[in-house]
Structure formats: C-alpha cells, structure tokens
C-alpha cells in the first residue's frame, strides 16, 4: 500500500463508451500525474497537476481529459478511445518543490485497460 | 528534448553484482531517480541522487555525474526476487520524466 489507490484495477471498454479511472492520495502531495505505460514502452507523461493547477500536458488527444477536484484526488475520463489506448495507467503523487527534496513520486497499482 | 536511455535488458546469476545505466540528453533535471516494478505492479521507489557521486543504501547503489550526464544503478548480492523492471527517472521541476527501463532477470 502506497496511499496512491486507484479505481478500477481492470477495465474494458468499447470504443464509443466513456469512463473515467479515479485516483486517491492520501499522502498530503501537492502534484499529482497521470502516466501511461504500454508494453515495450517506457512511462510516458500524460498530465501533471501542481496544487489543483494542470502544469503540463504532453501532447495528448483530447479523448483523454484529466480533472483535478482538489489537491488528493484526480480523475482521467475517457471517451471514443482507440484499441491503441490499450495500457496501463498509473497515477502518481508527490510533494513538488523548488529544491526536489522530497519530491520521491508514489505510484498507485494502476489501470488495467483495454479498449476492444 | 529530455530522453533517458537505458539498456533494454540485463541478465545476471544469483549472487552476483550487476550494474544498470542510464544516460540523458539534457541539463534540465534537478535529480535523478532509480525506480523498480515488478511485472504487474506499481514502480516503487529505491534510490535518488541531487549530487555527483555515489550513494549507497543497503544492496542497492546508485551513482550520479551530472556533467556527463550518466547514471547507474548498482545492485549487489542478487537474489531471484530482484528480477524486475527498472527505470530511471530525471525530475524537472514539476515532473518526473522517465527512462526507457531495463529488464533484469536473474538466474539460479
């Protein structure tokens, strides 16, 4: 347990369906990020927020959009996705600072999803 | 751009000593992580260095040289269970870009 925790563990879903994967930290961490991993591909960066506030977006389609609420909990709803979306999708927290001190990343155990 | 490149695999016996590096393309980077996952689990922190130079933390080392922007993760007196992914991972303000990760299995 690495009070990272995210819902669902497994999804699958059609390509006209909308979802959305839940993220929860329970670390007092002020940023919170979205990554991507598929097979054979290291850990891509989606999104990053830094108290509430969407600090980077690299890049990506706009089927993926990120909300964060408050500072402990972020969202990743998902809409028309595409079988090469397939991966899983890891949440992160940490407490960003300017020094880096401190700043070790907590990682929930991820989404499992599949688009068919 | 920031890229962290990594050997893609690595094997090893039990017992031994192997060393995993990685090396990046930018300056940008305010420390350097070394991440473990084992398959179907979440990465899990193992070591962080800021400064050139080594830092040591029970079997597991990791060494830092900023200039030449190189990295390695050190790991001593392998057991089976250290078979994982590793990664490493450079922190740029506000985001932790991660390497292409080495796959290390380990044999009896």
């Known amino acids: 347990e690495t009070g990272v925790t995210q819902t669902p563990r497994h999804l699958v879903m059609g390509m006209t369906n909308k979802k959305s994967l839940k993220c929860e930290q329970h670390?007092?961490?002020?940023?919170m990020y979205w990554y991507k991993q598929s097979a054979k591909k290291p850990l891509e960066l989606m999104f990053v927020?830094?108290?509430?506030?969407?600090?980077e977006n690299n890049s990506v389609p706009s089927r993926f959009s990120p909300e964060c609420p408050n500072s402990s909990h972020l969202f990743l709803h998902l809409h028309t996705l595409q079988p090469e979306d397939s991966a899983l999708y890891l949440c992160?927290?940490?407490?960003?600072?300017?020094?880096?001190?401190?700043?070790?990343?907590?990682f929930g155990q991820g989404t499992r999803l599949t688009v068919v | 751009g920031q890229s962290l490149e990594q050997p893609s695999e690595v094997t090893a016996v039990e017992g031994a000593i192997v060393q995993i590096n990685c090396t990046y393309q930018?300056?940008?980077?305010?420390?350097l992580f070394w991440y473990q996952q084992h398959a179907g689990e979440a990465p899990t922190f193992l070591s962080y260095?800021?400064?050139?130079g080594l830092e040591e933390k029970g079997r597991f080392s990791s060494f830092l040289s900023r200039s030449k922007g190189y990295s390695y993760l050190l790991l001593k007196e392998l057991q089976m269970k250290d078979s994982a992914s590793y990664f490493c991972?450079?922190?740029?303000?506000?985001?932790?870009?991660f390497g292409t990760g080495t796959r290390l299995q380990v044999f009896p």
């Open positions: 992160a927290s940490s407490q960003a600072t300017l020094d880096s001190l401190n700043t070790e990343a907590f």
């Open positions: 670390l007092g961490h002020n940023a």
């Open positions: 927020y830094n108290f509430k506030e969407q600090t």
């Open positions: 930018t300056s940008g980077f305010n420390g």
């Open positions: 260095n800021v400064l050139d």
């Open positions: 991972a450079g922190y740029n303000t506000d985001k932790l870009i």
